[in-house]
Each structure stands twice: as structure tokens, then as C-alpha cells.
């Protein structure tokens, strides 16, 4: 299932919430029309809340069905909230920024290039799969230019063959290029998704949406 929403008069909607198979986590001031897209298109269980008392949630949080990563910024109460619905791992570094800087899925996961390798275990550890340092087109925050579930990937749309290819060998599945909100290569920052449906940038045009749907395999 896919549909078009945006959060307050955003539509980079990936800004402020994420999902994995089972759960979402979304900005605490998010309206009753948002989470009831979120829960009725994810069919998930939805939590409002905030990290660093930010509304960015999903800038700052990146989860699969094993585990959760959230900024080194968040309180402990967020950080008991997440825990509530599954492990977490807080991340201590200053690229803190989970949701931006990691990309994943429940077979693999694409890191910012600039985590030590001591951050990268933690991330592979905290998710419970393998994760591979690289950049999309250039970008070093590939979670927010990618969006994958376990059907599917979408990217930046000037990602090159070879990035393509990584992230179909990282994730285990097979990857399209596109953009979001008419024209936008940001397109993690567009779309909410898991395996049963994406939640989409209300700017997304019908052709993008195909390309989405598509390429997370939702067809």
C-alpha cells in the first residue's frame, strides 16, 4: 500500500518519523491524520515521542526488526520509550544523526564512511547484520538518500552502477534509482516504509510514486 501524507506543512516526512515490521516512532506533536496513515499504511504499532526533545525523530533514529540506533543526544527516558518496543543502542559519536547517517535492513546495513570502525561494530551489533561504510552519489549521510525495506531499496538518483550494485550486495535486494516530492534526490527524507507499504511526500508525483513502489517492491 502506498500514500501520500505530509507532516504539519512538511512533506519530507522521513524527517519525522520511522518504521520497522512491527513499530513506528513518530514526532509528539504529529497530527492524528499523520500517525492514522502511519499505522493503517505500515500496519504498524505507533509511539509519539521526541530524541533530544526534537520532533526530528527519524533523523535521529534508525531501526530494522533486530534492534534500534538512536543519537547519543537523546535523554534517557526516549531512550527507555524505544526500548520498550526493542533493543537500542545509543550512538556515541558526533555524527549522531542515526537516521541520516544509516541505512538498513534485516539483511545489511550502509554507514556513513567517516564512523570508526569501533562505531561500526556497535551499529552491526545493535542491528544484528553486517554494515558496509560508503557514500551515495557523493553523499555521506546515505540514510537520508536511500530508503530500503526487505523487498526493496530507492536512492539518489545520480548514484552511480557500482553504488547500486553495493547496496543490492549490502541489503539483499534489488535497488532503483528515483527522486521524491517532485524532483527531491533526498528521498530517504520523503518516505516512510516497511515491507507492507510506504508512507509518501505529499509533492511526490505519480510517475515518482511508481518508481517507489516499484523499487521497494510493494507492487
Given at each position: 500500500?502506498?500514500?501520500?501524507?505530509?507532516?504539519g506543512?512538511?512533506?519530507?516526512?522521513?524527517?519525522?518519523?520511522?518504521?520497522?515490521e512491527?513499530?513506528?516512532?513518530?514526532?509528539?506533536?504529529?497530527?492524528p491524520?499523520?500517525?492514522?496513515?502511519?499505522?493503517?499504511?505500515?500496519?504498524?504499532?505507533?509511539?509519539?515521542?521526541?530524541?533530544?526533545g526534537?520532533?526530528?525523530?527519524?533523523?535521529?533514529?534508525?531501526?530494522?526488526?533486530?534492534?534500534?540506533?538512536?543519537?547519543?543526544?537523546?535523554?534517557?527516558?526516549?531512550?527507555?520509550?524505544?526500548s520498550?518496543?526493542?533493543?537500542?543502542?545509543?550512538?556515541?559519536?558526533?555524527?549522531?544523526?542515526?537516521?541520516?547517517?544509516?541505512?538498513?535492513?534485516?539483511?545489511?546495513?550502509?554507514?556513513?564512511?567517516?564512523?570508526?570502525?569501533?562505531?561500526?561494530?556497535?551499529i552491526?551489533?545493535?542491528?544484528?547484520?553486517?554494515?558496509?561504510?560508503?557514500?551515495?552519489?557523493?553523499?555521506?549521510?546515505v540514510?537520508?538518500?536511500?530508503?530500503?525495506?526487505n523487498?526493496?531499496?530507492?536512492?539518489?538518483?545520480?548514484?552511480?552502477?557500482?553504488?547500486?550494485?553495493?547496496?543490492?550486495?549490502?541489503?539483499?535486494?534489488?535497488?532503483?534509482?528515483?527522486?521524491?516530492?517532485?524532483?527531491?534526490r533526498?528521498?530517504?527524507?520523503?518516505?516512510?516504509?516497511?515491507?507492507?507499504?510506504?508512507?509518501?511526500?505529499?509533492?511526490?508525483t505519480?510517475?515518482?510514486?511508481?518508481?517507489?513502489?516499484?523499487?521497494?517492491?510493494l507492487?
Amino acid at each position: 500500500m502506498l500514500r501520500l501524507s505530509r507532516y504539519g506543512g512538511n512533506p519530507n516526512i522521513g524527517v519525522f518519523a520511522v518504521a520497522n515490521e512491527s513499530f513506528a516512532f513518530v514526532a509528539g506533536d504529529a497530527s492524528p491524520e499523520f500517525v492514522r496513515d502511519l499505522e493503517e499504511v505500515l500496519d504498524v504499532k505507533t509511539t509519539m515521542m521526541t530524541v533530544a526533545g526534537s520532533f526530528v525523530v527519524g533523523s535521529l533514529v534508525v531501526m530494522n526488526s533486530n534492534g534500534a540506533v538512536v543519537s547519543g543526544l537523546a535523554d534517557g527516558r526516549e531512550v527507555s520509550i524505544i526500548s520498550e518496543c526493542l533493543p537500542c543502542h545509543v550512538l556515541d559519536d558526533p555524527l549522531n544523526a542515526a537516521g541520516n547517517n544509516i541505512l538498513a535492513n534485516d539483511n545489511g546495513a550502509v554507514v556513513n564512511p567517516l564512523y570508526g570502525q569501533d562505531v561500526i561494530d556497535a551499529i552491526s551489533d545493535a542491528l544484528g547484520v553486517e554494515c558496509v561504510p560508503a557514500t551515495i552519489a557523493g553523499c555521506n549521510t546515505v540514510g537520508s538518500v536511500c530508503k530500503a525495506n526487505n523487498k526493496g531499496c530507492i536512492c539518489h538518483a545520480d548514484a552511480s552502477d557500482d553504488e547500486v550494485q553495493l547496496l543490492s550486495d549490502v541489503l539483499g535486494v534489488e535497488v532503483r534509482r528515483t527522486t521524491v516530492n517532485h524532483g527531491s534526490r533526498v528521498v530517504g527524507a520523503g518516505v516512510v516504509a516497511n515491507s507492507k507499504g510506504a508512507l509518501i511526500g505529499d509533492e511526490t508525483t505519480p510517475i515518482e510514486m511508481g518508481k517507489i513502489e516499484d523499487g521497494l517492491g510493494l507492487y
